[in-house]
């Protein structure tokens, strides 16, 4: 009986002991368990990343592609296969950048890097990607990888600079009665001029006919007295001493007029010229006073433009047309604002001043009115796309929204205003010497 009831619990605790033979299978099965779940979570995160609409590119510490999703093979034609393992400066990409390579290797020590136009060729054209890259830092790695972010905006980049043109074009069509009475007014006394110079030369060249005659009579040594009072008689109807003042003053007249008209002229094709897609150095202090000659008929009944532009101002890397548009735009609505305060400017006028001057590395321009002043309860408001204070067929609400853009996110600067009602407004541009990236 003890035999049984010891083999019995021999059998028990063999049985209760079996579970620990079993154990590699169950490990092997964790493992597949965990294997499988890895691979499910790698197969969604690509389902994501894949799904995503941008450009995701990741690049590793030596700038070798890991990561490229479906996006990034539509835009640039390459496959994932063809790119990942191979420098992103020479995977395919036809950057049309010639120091593409260094420029990546740079983003490592500026991140976030962001580009609003950097230029690839794709399908024998140039497209325009909108580009940021991030440092990700990884677990285990000394160096993290950069993800690249893109989307090609080429058409809204188009958009863009169809929309500027636009209103440049706008701002010439609203310009362009006040343009064309500038340049008749001194076409006008050009004409006038050239008339009365017609007239008065049938008198002079009679005069000098016979002034001629009365030589060569007198190199004969007789000169008939019927002669000389004929002479007296042709100077006294042709009036010489008025002559005398009057022509000279009227051809002065005249190259006035015609060099003002050259002026105008001149703003008119520097104004309106589209400019390069590119920053170049200009001169600020010729681009406003080129502005201003283009607005003239907007401010001149009811202001004085003053000028005090620093003579040592440096080039300035810019948009040329963009800031000429800029200037325009705050020019006229400077003119706008005196105006609400002198109407007519017949009891008096207001007054515009534009100065220049440099601080450290920027350049500073300031357009300074003594019109009405802007509301403390609208300030907020200024700078928002179609927000006008402006009656119907006097603004869209445009000006200073595309201003803002133009000097922020175009030229790396800064806009801002000073004002108080009643008193008048000040709008400051502030401007890098040296040339930003621009901003998407």
Not at 44 to 59: K, Q
Not at 290 to 300: D, F, G, L, S, Y
Not at 334 to 351: C, M, P, R
Request: proline share 5%; hydrophobic share 40%; with cysteine.
């Amino acid at each position: 009986m003890t035999r049984h009831q010891t083999g019995k619990s021999t059998l028990r605790r063999a049985t209760a002991s079996s579970p620990a033979h079993a154990t590699p299978v169950e490990e092997h099965g964790d493992t597949q368990t965990a294997a499988e779940a890895l691979r499910q979570a790698h197969e969604e995160s690509e389902l994501f990343i894949n799904a995503v609409p941008s450009i995701l590119i990741g690049v590793n510490g030596k700038s070798v592609i890991t990561r490229w999703n479906q996006a990034a093979e539509r835009c640039f034609r390459l496959s994932k296969s063809e790119v990942v393992g191979k420098s992103i400066a020479s995977c395919g990409i036809k950057w049309q950048r010639s120091d593409m390579e260094a420029e990546i290797d740079s983003w490592r020590a500026q991140v976030p890097k962001r580009y609003d136009n950097l230029a690839v060729e794709i399908d024998g054209e140039i497209h325009f990607l909108g580009v940021t890259a991030n440092s990700v830092s990884l677990p285990g790695r000394d160096t993290g990888e950069l993800l690249i972010i893109a989307s090609d905006v080429t058409e809204r980049r188009l958009l863009e600079d169809q929309l500027r043109q636009a209103q440049k074009l706008e701002a010439i069509g609203q310009l362009a009665a006040g343009i064309a009475h500038e340049i008749n007014t001194p076409t006008q006394y050009v004409g006038d001029n050239t008339n009365f110079l017609k007239e008065s030369w049938t008198q002079i060249a009679e005069l000098l006919t016979l002034a001629r005659d009365l030589r060569e009579k007198a190199g004969q040594a007789s000169v008939p007295p019927e002669m000389l009072e004929r002479f007296d008689a042709m100077a006294k109807q042709a009036d010489i001493e008025y002559l005398l003042e009057e022509v000279p003053r009227a051809i002065n007249q005249s190259l006035d007029g015609i060099q003002r008209v050259a002026k105008i002229v001149r703003a008119m094709k520097e104004f309106s010229h589209p400019g390069s897609e590119e920053k170049c150095a200009i001169d600020i202090n010729k681009a406003i006073e080129t502005t201003i000659t283009v607005a003239r008929n907007e401010w001149k009944y009811v202001a004085e433009v003053e000028t005090t532009l620093a003579p040592d101002l440096p080039f300035v890397p810019c948009h040329a047309g963009e800031l000429n548009q800029v200037i325009l735009n705050l020019l006229i609505n400077a003119a706008h604002a005196v105006a609400q305060k002198v109407g007519d400017g017949s009891q008096g006028k207001g007054k515009i001043t534009v100065t220049t001057r440099r601080e450290d590395e920027w350049v500073t321009i300031a357009i300074s009115d003594s019109g009405v002043g802007i509301p403390e309860a609208i300030r907020s408001r200024i700078f928002e796309p179609f927000f006008t204070t402006k009656p119907v067929g006097k603004g869209t609400g445009q000006g200073l929204a595309l201003a803002h853009t133009a000097i922020v996110r175009k030229h790396g600067g800064k806009i801002w205003f000073e004002s108080e009602p009643g008193q008048g407004t000040t709008f400051f541009i502030r401007l890098p010497l040296a040339a930003p990236a621009e901003q998407p």
